[in-house]
T-cell receptor, first 109, second 116 residues
C-alpha cells in the first residue's frame, strides 16, 4: 500500500465548478500535511499547508481528518488557470516529505 | 535571488555512463534534497542533506551518490546509468528540516534524463 494515495484523475470540470480532491495517508504518526501544485513539465510549488482546524485561502479550502487519515482540497469557482496536477504531501516523523502521485485537474471553458 | 537552479535541463546518456546533475541555491538554505518523478509514482526522495558535510539516504538511493561540501551546492552523481534511471529529477531546498509545516520547500526547474 502506498504511504500517500490520491485519485489520479483526470478531473475534467467546466469553469465555475466546485471540485474536491481527497488523499489518504497510511502513517498515523505523520507530522504535517500540504497541497502542492505542479503545472505541466514544471516544478512543484506549495499551494497551502493543511491544519487540523481546516484552512482557507481564497477559493481553496483544505481539511485534515486525523482520525480517518485523510486530507481534502476543495476548489470553488474553478478557473482555467487552475488546470494543473495537485500533489498531496505528508511529512513523516523522520522529517521526510512523502508525495502522492498527484491528481490531474483540467478546467474547460 | 536565483532560487534553486539545476543543470543540465536535459540529458541523454548511454547505459553505463556516469554523470553529475548539478543543484545550487542562493537562499542560504540548510536543507537540500533530490527527488525523482516518474509517471504514476509521484516524487520519491533519493538523498537529502541537513547541512554542509551531512547527507543521508531517502527512499530510492541505489545507483546515486551525493555530497555536500558547501551550503549552496548539492550535486547528484549517477555512477553507472541504467534505463531504469530515466526520469525527471528535482532538487529542492528549505531553510531547515520541514518540521511543523513552517518551511516551504523550493524546487528547481528539473532535469529530464533519458538513459538508452
Amino acid at each position: 500500500r502506498k504511504e500517500v494515495e490520491q485519485d489520479p484523475g483526470p478531473f475534467n470540470v467546466p469553469e465555475g465548478a466546485t471540485v474536491a480532491f481527497n488523499c489518504t495517508y497510511s502513517n498515523s504518526a505523520s507530522q504535517s500535511f500540504f497541497w502542492y501544485r505542479q503545472d505541466c513539465r514544471k516544478e512543484p510549488k506549495l499551494l497551502m499547508s493543511v491544519y487540523s482546524s481546516g484552512n482557507e485561502d481564497g477559493r481553496f479550502t483544505a481539511q485534515l481528518n486525523r482520525a480517518s487519515q485523510y486530507i481534502s482540497l476543495l476548489i470553488r469557482d474553478s478557473k482555467l488557470s487552475d488546470s494543473a496536477t495537485y500533489l498531496c504531501v505528508v511529512l513523516d516523523q523522520g522529517g521526510k516529505l512523502i508525495f502522492g502521485q498527484g491528481t490531474e485537474l483540467s478546467v474547460k471553458p | 535571488n536565483a532560487g534553486v537552479t539545476q543543470t543540465p535541463k536535459f540529458q541523454v546518456l548511454k547505459t553505463g555512463q556516469s554523470m553529475t546533475l548539478q543543484c545550487a541555491q542562493d537562499m542560504n538554505h540548510e536543507y537540500m534534497s533530490w527527488y525523482r518523478q516518474d509517471p504514476g509514482m509521484g516524487l520519491r526522495l533519493i538523498h537529502y542533506s541537513v547541512g554542509a558535510g551531512i547527507t543521508d539516504q531517502g527512499e530510492v538511493p541505489n545507483g546515486y551518490n551525493v555530497s555536500r561540501s558547501t551550503t549552496e551546492d548539492f550535486p547528484l552523481r549517477l555512477l553507472s546509468a541504467a534505463p531504469s534511471q530515466t526520469s525527471v529529477y528535482f532538487c529542492a531546498s528549505s531553510y531547515s528540516i520541514p518540521y511543523g509545516g513552517q518551511e516551504t520547500q523550493y524546487f528547481g526547474p528539473g532535469t529530464r534524463l533519458l538513459v538508452l
